[in-house]
T-cell receptor, first 113, second 114 residues
């Protein structure tokens, strides 16, 4: 089955700087890679996702890149703000059929003012 | 439109007691899931359902049972609670995978087993 590894487990950056979180997956059949953000005490919520037919996707200050050959994908947050402080989870699955979404271990991002 | 609702939100059990967590969704989603969240472990899938009357095992199913008698409800049961089941439990729902992969989560249920 799919296995997703996420690094780093904690990340601290200065406000205004960029943050990068990296994930690797094991199943080359996976074709859907979402990122979820979980603020303290809240539920996880989808912030961006990418499908395997594209290499990069942007939404304002966040972007995700995918390298299918290396089975890597990354989340990039630019011009970080205090409200970006949260735990971020990457995940992977095969979109077709009843395949399960497998999550990485999570990255706790702290934005220092 | 409430989305995904979990009850109860907090519960303390003694070892060996049983309990049921209820998840209800009003989005007419086919798929429903139960995850547990532990520090440093991410979200791990316990059981899931792809439709009314169906259930399947996830990554960590031992010690849990589930039922999906109605499309909108997914119940998670602990027959004999153990301290290792202390965790935050999240229910989620989604449309079938070929349409979108987005999971909609409930607010979570914090369970402590003494």
């Amino acid at each position: 089955g799919e296995n997703v590894e996420q690094h780093p487990s904690t990340l601290s950056v200065q406000e205004g700087d960029s943050a990068v979180i990296k994930c690797t997956y094991s199943d080359s059949a996976s074709n859907y890679f979402p990122w979820y953000k979980q603020e303290l005490g809240k539920r996880p919520q989808l912030i961006i996702d990418i499908r395997s037919n594209v290499g990069e996707k942007k939404d304002q200050r966040i972007a995700v890149t995918l390298n299918k050959t290396a089975k890597h994908f990354s989340l990039h947050i630019t011009e970080t703000q205090p409200e970006d402080s949260a735990v971020y989870f990457c995940a992977a699955k095969l979109l077709q059929g009843a395949q399960k979404l497998v999550f990485g271990q999570g990255t706790r991002l702290t934005i220092n003012p | 439109n409430a989305g995904v609702t979990q009850t109860p939100k907090f519960r303390v059990l003694k070892t060996g007691q049983s309990m049921t967590l209820l998840c209800a969704q009003d989005m007419n989603h086919e798929y429903m899931y139960w995850y547990r969240q532990d520090p440093g472990m991410g979200l791990r899938l316990i059981h899931y359902s792809v439709g009314e009357g169906t259930t399947a095992k996830g990554e960590v199913p031992d010690g849990y049972n589930v039922s999906r008698l109605k499309k909108q409800n997914f119940l998670l049961g602990l027959e004999s609670a153990a301290p290792s089941q202390t965790s935050v439990y999240f229910c989620a729902s989604s449309l079938p995978g070929q349409h979108t992969g987005e999971l909609f989560f409930g607010e979570g249920s914090r369970l402590t087993v003494l």
